[in-house]
């Protein structure tokens, strides 16, 4: 009897297959890269494939001693320069400018810096779901999945377009729009403090205020976003037809 579990259970054992995973990664800048790469590292540590799709004017560095991470470069129009010209006027408004300014002012500046950032955005959306040559490449890749930080568009478009599931994986969003619009999570202004607001869950009742018209001016400049994302959606969709 004994002898009987101990061959079934050989058998059991050498008949079992590991499989590990391919996984396609939508490009990342700054401290949304920094967010993705702890699960890079782990899946890679569990001896997953990894691809990292990594624009030709990026300059993050993304190293890994393990085999098994791959880089795919993608092309794109704008050069290293101009992309850190743009990060380095949003960062520089939001960091050094904008606690001086009246809320309208915030608003409209931010407004302008997004177009920016959208702009650049567009072009790697285009660089890789517009190249041909590069889509059949990732076809036969035959990936698992695609893992996208939400911020960064065009994730769950490539996923369509290669029949694969898609993952998000989200720090936080500036307002906690996508966290309230998207994940329905709740959040009483008048309780919870707006993401990047940088205020406590003590407030007073001008603090109170303050929180209100900053998610509500996050909410009107995420929106007006979103519906330029929606007319780029709508033509790639048509084009994947």
């Known amino acids: 009897m004994l002898e009987d579990v101990l061959w079934s259970s050989l058998t059991l054992l050498l008949s079992c297959s590991f499989h590990c995973g391919n996984v396609l990664v939508w490009p990342a800048e700054n401290s949304h890269l920094m967010s993705l790469k702890p699960i890079v590292q782990e899946l890679l540590s569990r001896g997953h494939n990894v691809t990292m799709l990594v624009p030709t004017a990026s300059q993050q560095q993304v190293t890994s001693q393990s085999s098994n991470l791959h880089l795919e470069m993608v092309e794109v129009k704008f050069t290293a320069e101009e992309l850190h010209a743009v990060w380095e006027r949003y ?10 300014v009246s809320m309208w002012r ?22 890789i779901l517009r190249s041909k040559r590069l889509l059949e490449k990732l076809g036969l890749a035959s990936y698992d999945i695609v893992l996208s930080d939400p911020v960064l568009p065009c994730g769950d478009l490539l996923a369509e377009k290669l029949h694969v599931p898609f993952v998000f994986t989200l720090r936080f969003s500036p307002g906690s729009v996508f966290e309230r619009l998207c994940g329905k999570l709740p959040t009483p202004a008048s309780f919870v403090p707006a993401a990047t607001s940088e205020l406590k869950a003590q407030m007073c009742f001008l603090e109170r205020v303050q929180n209100v018209l900053s998610y509500l001016v996050h909410d009107l400049l ?10 780029f959606y709508s033509n790639i969709l048509g084009e994947f037809q």
């Open 91 to 100: 960062l520089h408004f939001w960091i050094y400018e904008r606690h001086e």
């Open 222 to 231: 995420q929106l007006l976003v979103w519906k330029q994302w929606d007319n």
């Open 106 to 127: 915030m608003y409209s500046r931010l407004r302008a810096l997004s177009r920016n950032v959208t702009y650049i955005h567009e072009q790697i959306c285009d660089g």
